[in-house]
């Protein structure tokens, strides 16, 4: 749990020293990027290392955060700073090359994170939501599918296919009611979590003790999430759980353990 609180506090504390600017998922900076409102502050060299040392420590304490966010961020960064190299000067210099760049490393991050090309071109398309250049479009692809086979070469499957299955090609049709059914219970959990949010939302207005400390709203979540999932074997580690529910076989979860 100290560990945990730690590497949290480290997270809180890049964005605090390195770059303000790191703070958040990265995607709603990146819209306004690419609808026309150019944040550089956003696309500087000290955000982007922010922003990798930040969701690395995030992940080390144990915090449930997405990487989606991040990495599309990161992608953006890097793909802005690269247009400082002389040999891309000529691109820098034409404001809708520079935006196609951006929007193409927006789709390299979306690849990245879930093997998915296609649909790392399709999120670059939703995130302009003012306007999309159509010639835009086999650039975001090239670039989203070169990541994908760049991750491929380097060995890392899992990367490519966050799900790897044996199941039989032709699942039977009684299948489908109980995949109904988990579709509709997750449906109203979704709901119960922004619910959920709102009031936490709610209450930090309330009660700004807890909105100013950065580091005390950091620690608090690091403590109850340490104390609640690491207990309980399952919840060490987000991704081999999924990975139980689509491998076939009993689940080979031990008892949990508070000691």
Not at 103 to 129: M, N, R
Not at 200 to 209: A, L, Q, R, V
Request: hydrophobic share 50%; net charge positive; aromatic share 14%.
């Amino acid at each position: 749990i100290i560990l945990s609180m730690l590497f949290c506090a480290l997270s809180a504390a890049s964005v605090d020293f390195i770059s303000p600017h790191a703070a958040g998922s990265g995607i709603p900076a990146m819209k306004s990027v690419l609808s026309g409102i150019f944040l550089r502050h956003y696309l500087s060299f000290r955000t982007m290392i922010a922003k990798i040392f930040g969701i690395a420590t995030a992940l080390i304490g144990g915090l449930n955060v997405g990487k989606e966010g991040p990495y599309v961020h990161i992608c953006a960064v890097l793909a802005y700073q690269i247009l400082k190299f002389p040999l891309f000067q000529k691109i820098n210099h034409n404001p809708g090359l520079k935006f196609s760049m951006i929007a193409a490393g927006c789709a390299a991050g979306v690849a990245v994170t879930f093997g998915a090309p296609v649909g790392g071109v399709l999120f670059s398309i939703e995130v302009t939501t003012t306007y999309f250049l159509i010639q835009n479009l086999w650039k975001g692809f090239f670039c989203a599918v070169s990541t994908a086979i760049l991750v491929k070469l380097l060995g890392d499957d899992k990367l490519l296919a966050l799900f790897n299955t044996s199941f039989a090609e032709n699942p039977s049709n009684l299948e489908l009611i109980p995949f109904c059914i988990i579709g509709l219970l997750f449906g109203l959990l979704g709901a119960l979590f922004v619910y959920t949010v709102k009031q936490i939302i709610t209450f930090k207005k309330k009660y700004k003790i807890f909105s100013e400390s950065r580091y005390g709203q950091v620690l608090v979540i690091a403590f109850l999430t340490a104390l609640i999932c690491f207990p309980i074997e399952p919840l060490q580690d987000e991704k081999s759980v999924i990975d139980v529910f689509f491998s076939k076989g009993d689940m080979n979860w031990t008892t949990p353990n508070l000691y």
